[in-house]
């Protein structure tokens, strides 16, 4: 899809809750007067990561001829404010990550035998530090669910935003091994200290739904509010990568893709005001761009092979205030 239609699309979306926004219903009768909430966060990434990988620009053009993997196992705290009013509601989210954390092991793979182009010549493991790295967000969305004649509890909204995440990492104190045609380790160098600086940036406009179910009044608890959402997000990729081991040299992407999220959480109504639940969360992320190479003051850009891509997931715990 090109970015014109995009463009439309967006607008058609815009347009559509700018009309139901005006339309008459419940949900602006139960929401005459500005609804807030504060939310504090605690994030758990698992099973995560971020990468990016490039191809060799001359003959035998094996792809990938490098690979980089950096964990994404860490900790995050932080807070979303949230009004609505309305139809409608707004909530802004930031996060940063636990300082200096250890993220787990970063793997560097390299295929650079032209002889044999598909043959792993180099591989080594680090242990990998989260630098400082944190998280935004922001979104609006829109109450529709009594246009579609739905019982009252049921939400449907659907939802418009922007992502930015930063992530930060040192590798350092790893060990690499050469490998030699049969496949079997010939060298073994340790990589004492700190090896390669990484930082990444994800840009991402957001579009999707949001799909929730609240009881009110159950028994012993104030409510018990069941959260969703999906979204699909257009995404801009930067990348800086330093290794400092090579003196000055430098590799930088970027890269425009896809992001597919997912969230389903569940809310607990402990008073009026205060609420504490749990949350789970899916964000796929892949891209594709160009690639460049700086070194004792030569540079060269390519897009054969270049790939970055990153796949997170999280439970996170909230404790929320309404007002």
Known sequence: MTIGRKSRCIGVVLAFL???????????????????????????LFNSHTSYEF???????????SRLEF????????LEVRRRLGRLSAGVEYLSSVSDQDAGTFRDSDWDDDEVPTRLSVYSESQCRMRPSYQLAADID????????LPAGFGVRPMLGFRFQRFSFMAHDGTQY??????TVNVVDPLPGDSISFKQDWYQLVAGLRLGYEWDRPPVLHRIAITSQVDWSYVFGRNLDRHLLR????????????????????????TESLDLGVEGEYLCIDTRGSHTWREEGQSMTWSHGVRVWSEQSSVSVKVAYRF
């Open 18 to 44: 700018l009309v139901a926004a005006c339309a008459p219903g419940r949900a602006q009768a139960e929401a005459d007067d500005p609804n807030w909430s504060v939310t504090l966060k605690t994030k758990f």
């Open 55 to 65: 191809g060799n620009p001359f003959s035998p053009f094996q792809s990938p001829l």
């Open 71 to 78: 964990p994404l196992e860490s900790v995050w705290g932080g």
């Open 142 to 149: 829109m109450q529709v669910a009594d246009l579609l004649t």
């Open 178 to 183: 050469e490998y030699n045609t049969f496949g």
């Open 247 to 270: 003196g000055d040299r430098t590799t930088r992407e970027k890269t425009a893709g896809n992001a597919w999220h997912a969230t389903l959480g569940v809310m607990f109504g402990l």
